[in-house]
């Protein structure tokens, strides 16, 4: 490569945007491919039930594993007998925890679960043998043939519970409060700004204990080949890479003898983003025999294994000025950690740092603690980390509103940030269009004319809401970039982008075949993708946190800034021209000063392969690094790194509730969202992604809850009693995407996929209070529960007259 | 290891000399949504499984020629929904039939299935009981018919003799000007299972007294009830306010739901009575 090629291609500004070069006159905003509604490259296979998902998969001499599964939620495990399942005809292996010994965890500092429980079980449900057979019956009939002897201990199902007994009863021997990590984060002078508020409201909110609801279970495939030592895995996951890691770490073998492959994966909103007890057990089991081994949960295994969103114990504080101006927050959250950490330090902090958006807050001040209990492991939930904290945020100040007089619009319009914003906790947001979120939503539902106009039983409710995009920080120390692609061109495949990210139906392949068409002039047909291969492909961090789109699309930039230079050199000699004068768009090269000078993308690719071979190019992105320190005094505060992100997208939404007060039932009517997604690279998509977050919390809002009894089994471990809300249920929609650009991001775009699940709660909660006066605190609301507050009402009417 | 055999009769008769029914170890499979589950939780263990499916008997919806109707037992309940029969004379029953689990478990599963399982919840059953249907129980040596009411026993248990099929449903005439209704109360709106369920069919003269009029009440006993005493306090009465709240109070007096993990026993009643009287609202100016 020239020096003058290495000068652009690493001459970038953070987003892996290149600024160099490009004439004043040309809109960078001027895209072909991006911002096309273009069907989903796998739509298709899936509509056709061709798609083939990790269970459809069949190996010559596959096997398949079945889990045997704790029947108490806490107790020393005093014995294991297997004898008898070996005995079984078609039974090949029994494992238990003492072969796998190794802790795993996503967050590398309190990794402490083990493939199967060694000693002990934490939660009902818990694995604490394996078998491998011919088929799954005799897996099956196997798994009954197993005896363990228990010794029962206390079970502690809540968290302020388990703290008070923890003198008495330990659920991890390292943790003697039975906390797995508490925090706190003081900013600015919380008291001083309290004192000086004309407004200050203090309320308590509890959250619930839902999990994701993905259809496809958590299934995993094994391959080990003893004579290489070489393991191949199939597996439903959002995070090929930890998985990988963890792997490793488990099964005591090098990353680069393990291959992750992902098949078609059917969702996992974050339940995924950790490694699975499937995924080790088949890993396990093939080595231990050679063949290739088959796991598959069954739908109450999921619920059993969990990692959903973590139910929120939060105490909070808000303080307005006269003019109604948010002067500080005060917050303390109990999360429920359930048996394992997992992403709990994650969320812990997560929970912190959404304090301090999409509004300007001074002073702030978190108290927050991971609570261990006898309960299947909370962990990643779509949202992560911000939907407890919004819904009370948003909440309080519907309320504060109230008190003030003012429309709870006018309150958050007065108070939402702009872009170029520097939070006092110094997460730096580059670019906002909230509030124009918050006046298409307003305007388009009509909102000021409806808000506390309607008929007794009617209501509407707005709330807002942001997230993340891109992540700033790996959950281990390390620097490497968080996404690496390489792109090749050539006659014989076209164009192929190969790396590491994970679709799990959200549609990444295709918005990064987009993306990859865009930048190098063809069209998103053009261009095939191999993802989810950690062979194949080149590293990516996961599909989490909302990243992909963002990081995917960096790294995509900088892979094409090579392979672009060398067609536009090899076609500036065909065409006469110079390089630096050539546009590549919609399959053509042409010079932009005389455009009839032009020439097919194709032939130039053809002229220059048949002398140099293939065209390759990598790419790489790296996320900025800002430290999380109090601005004001510089100093350091613990765990405030977490949240910083290149840019956040935003939503604000409207709801219209009916509620039937004679059943309690509550009825979403109609829904208006307006995002920030910046550019939306596949607006089809985004539309979808917008909708289906908000059924997603409409769901936990309103439905969906595990429960478990008085000795942590499960109540509701299926879709018959875990109750999600059906197409039946989903409101008139009404989702816009405002205009909006991120100069600092690739092709301006953020995330969408996250940011919409944030409203969803408080504008329900707060158009349930608007239809019938009646404020929720906890989670979800039920028509018990609406029945209850209606006759609480009627009495204290009653009692005041 | 559990083993299954499998048979398709093709006659009634066939299906009724096999061993499995003989011996009462085997079990007559219709669509298999409630059967196939409860085998597969290791509820039950039959030794054979028969299909139903083949045998015409237990098909089609017919006229009767006294003025009523006769239902295969095999009849899925998306046929009970889209019968024209069905829905002109006995509408609360295609009521029902659409109200039950998904178009997928609609497509499969039976009226017949649906009565024989016994579930207090079981959607198609509260109609039945306010239309008054008989069930033609067979063997291979004697028929014979039973009120749907005598046939319920309580949870999963019934009057079936071990070498019984259900063959039919039949639905009686109906007097002129009966209207009838079925409300299903649950927390959404499509594939759940009935909280409360509550039939009812009323007749009224010209001046809207009422003369006649049964009520059933669905997922809050051990088995789908009458509410006779709801029923009696109606009789004679207008549909007005006073008689209305009264009514919702004695039905919601006449059940005993029970709490569990999906509403508590509290809720049920009272969505007893919020139903039964939406019901006789919404029947009130049927004459
Ligand atoms: C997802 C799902 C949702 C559901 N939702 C509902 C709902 O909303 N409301 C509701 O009421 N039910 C619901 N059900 C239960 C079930 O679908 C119904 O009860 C259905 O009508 C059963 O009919 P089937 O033909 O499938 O019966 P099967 O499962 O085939 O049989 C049930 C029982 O009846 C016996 N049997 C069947 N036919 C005869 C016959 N002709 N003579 C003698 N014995 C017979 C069988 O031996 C068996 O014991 C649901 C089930 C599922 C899986």
Redesign the interface.
């Known amino acids: 490569m020239a020096d003058k090629d290495l000068k652009t291609k690493w001459n970038l500004t953070p987003g892996g945007w290149n600024l160099e070069g490009v004439p004043a006159y040309q809109d960078e905003k001027r895209f072909t491919q991006v911002g096309r509604s273009v069907p989903r490259v796998d739509g298709p296979v899936k509509v056709k039930g061709e798609a083939v998902y990790t269970g459809d998969m069949i190996l010559p001499g596959m096997v398949y594993g079945k889990i045997k599964r704790s029947t108490y939620a806490h107790a020393i495990i005093k014995k294991i007998d297997y004898s008898k399942a070996l005995e079984l005809p078609g039974v090949l292996a029994v494992i238990t925890g003492e072969e796998a010994p190794n802790k795993w965890g996503i967050v590398p500092q309190a990794a402490n679960e083990t493939v199967l429980a060694i000693g002990k079980v934490r939660f009902y449900g818990e694995g604490v043998a394996a078998v491998a057979a011919v088929d799954e019956e005799t897996a099956e009939a196997a798994l009954e043939l197993i005896e363990v002897e228990y010794e029962p201990l206390p079970v502690l199902l809540d968290p302020f519970e388990s703290m008070a007994r923890a003198g008495e009863v330990l659920i991890h021997e390292d943790s003697p409060k039975n906390i797995l990590h508490e925090g706190e984060q003081v900013y600015g002078d919380i008291d001083k700004a309290f004192a000086e508020c004309e407004y200050v409201l203090e309320r308590e909110f509890h959250t619930n204990y839902p999990q994701h609801g993905f259809l496809e279970p958590q299934t995993a495939l094994a391959s080990y080949d003893p004579q290489s030592g070489q393991m191949h895995l199939w597996a439903s996951t959002q995070i090929p890479h930890y998985l990988h890691r963890q792997l490793s770490i488990v099964l005591e073998i090098p990353m680069n003898k393990i291959r992750v492959t992902l098949p078609a994966i059917g969702g996992g909103f974050g339940g995924k983003g950790e490694a699975s007890i499937a995924e080790f057990v088949a890993s396990l089991l093939s080595r231990k025999i050679g063949r290739p081994v088959s796991v598959t949960f069954e739908r109450n295994e999921v619920f059993f294994t969990n990692k959903g969103r973590h139910p929120c114990h939060m105490k909070v504080k808000m303080g307005l000025d006269k003019e109604g101006y948010i002067k500080a927050i005060d917050f303390d959250n109990t999360l429920d950690k359930g048996a394992y950490s997992g992403w709990g330090m994650v969320v812990l902090f997560y929970t912190a740092s959404m304090l301090h958006l999409p509004y300007e807050v001074p002073n702030v001040r978190f108290r927050g603690r991971s609570v261990y209990t006898n309960k299947p492991s909370t962990g990643a939930m779509r949202g992560l980390g911000g939907v407890q904290p919004r819904w009370a945020l948003e909440c309080i100040m519907d309320e504060l509103a109230e008190v003030m007089g003012i429309s709870p619009y006018e309150l958050k319009m007065k108070n939402a940030i702009e872009s170029s914003h520097t939070c006092i906790n110094n997460m730096f947001v580059p670019h906002s269009e909230y509030k124009k979120c918050l006046e298409t939503a307003v305007e388009k539902s009509g909102f000021l004319e409806k808000h506390g106009k309607l008929p007794f039983g009617k209501g509407i409710g707005i709330a807002g809401g942001y997230y993340i995009s891109g992540t700033a920080y790996t959950l281990y120390q390390n620097y490497k970039p968080h996404t690496s692609v390489m792109i090749r061109v050539d006659t014989e495949a076209g164009v192929t982008l190969m790396c590491a990210a994970a679709d799990i139906g959200q549609g990444c392949n295709t918005v990064m075949a987009q993306m990859v068409a865009e930048e190098l002039g063809v069209h998103y047909e053009d261009v095939h993708v191999q993802s989810g291969d950690t062979e194949i492909g080149a590293f990516d961090l996961g599909s989490f946190a909302s990243r992909l789109t963002y990081a995917s699309g960096a790294a995509i930039k900088m892979a094409c800034v090579e392979i672009n230079q060398k067609i536009k050199e090899t076609a500036a000699g065909m065409l006469g021209v110079r390089a630096d004068q050539l546009v590549l768009k919609n399959r053509e090269v042409y010079s932009m000063y005389e455009t009839k000078k032009r020439i097919p993308w194709e032939k130039v690719v053809e002229a220059y392969t048949s002398i140099n071979g293939s065209l390759v190019g990598l790419g790489n992105f790296s996320p900025p690094r800002r430290k999380g320190i109090d601005i004001v005094t510089g100093n350091r505060v613990q765990g405030a790194n977490i949240g910083h992100s290149p840019t956040f997208g935003f939503s604000a939404q409207v709801h219209e509730v009916e509620v039937d007060v004679e059943t309690g039932r509550i009825y979403v009517k109609k829904v208006t969202e307006a995002g920030d997604c910046g550019t939306p690279v596949n607006p089809m998509s985004v539309d979808g992604q917008v909708e289906g977050s908000i059924m997603f919390n409409l769901g936990a809002c309103l439905y969906e809850d595990q429960k478990l009894d008085a000795n942590g089994k499960h109540l509701n471990p299926n879709f018959h009693d875990y109750k999600t809300p059906t197409t039946m249920e989903m409101p008139e929609m009404d989702t816009n995407i405002v205009e909006s650009y991120d100069h600092t991001a690739p092709f301006g775009v953020k995330e969408t996929g996250e940011g919409a699940v944030q409203p969803t709660f408080p504008a329900i909660t707060n158009a349930i209070y608007d239809a019938i006066g009646v404020r929720f605190y906890n989670l979800p609301i039920t028509p018990e529960m609406v029945l209850k507050a209606l006759k609480e009402k009627k009495a204290v009417e009653a009692s005041s007259k | 290891?559990?083993q299954l055999a499998y048979y398709e009769p093709q006659t009634l008769k066939e299906a009724l000399q096999m061993d499995g029914v003989k011996k009462g170890t085997g079990k007559f499979l219709a669509g298999g949504t409630d059967l196939l589950v409860q085998i597969k939780r290791r509820k039950i263990e039959p030794q054979e499984l028969i299909n139903l499916k083949a045998i015409p008997e237990l098909k089609g919806v017919q006229e009767t020629g006294d003025g009523g109707i006769r239902i295969g037992a095999a009849v899925t309940v998306k046929g009970i929904m889209e019968s024209s029969l069905i829905l002109a004379g006995y509408p609360a029953m295609a009521q029902a039939a659409k109200e039950l689990g998904t178009p997928q478990v609609r497509n499969r599963a039976t009226i017949g299935g649906n009565i024989v399982n016994a579930s207090p919840a079981a959607d198609l059953v509260g109609p039945l009981l306010v239309y008054d249907a008989i069930l033609l129980l067979t063997s291979e040596s004697v028929q014979r018919r039973v009120k749907i009411e005598d046939f319920l026993l309580g949870p999963s248990q019934t009057a079936l003799g071990k070498e019984e099929v259900l063959e039919a449903i039949e639905l009686p005439a109906l007097p002129a000007g009966t209207g009838a209704v079925y409300l299903k109360?649950g927390?959404?709106?499509?594939?759940?299972?009935a909280l409360v369920g509550v039939s009812i069919a009323l007749r009224s003269d010209g001046q809207g007294v009422i003369e006649d009029c049964r009520i059933a009440l669905t997922a809050v006993a051990p088995k789908v009830i009458r509410a006779r005493e709801a029923e009696d306090a109606l009789k004679g009465c207008h549909l007005d306010d006073e008689t209305l709240s009264r009514v919702a109070h004695i039905a919601e007096a006449n059940c005993l739901p029970i709490s569990d993990?999906?509403?508590?026993a509290d809720?049920r009643r009272?969505?007893v009575g919020?139903l039964t009287k939406?019901g006789l609202l919404s029947l009130g100016g049927s004459n």
Do not use: G, P
Request: charged letters at 25%.
């Open positions: 290891m559990f109360h927390l959404r709106k499509t594939h759940e299972i993990v999906r509403a508590s809720y009272q969505m919020v939406r």
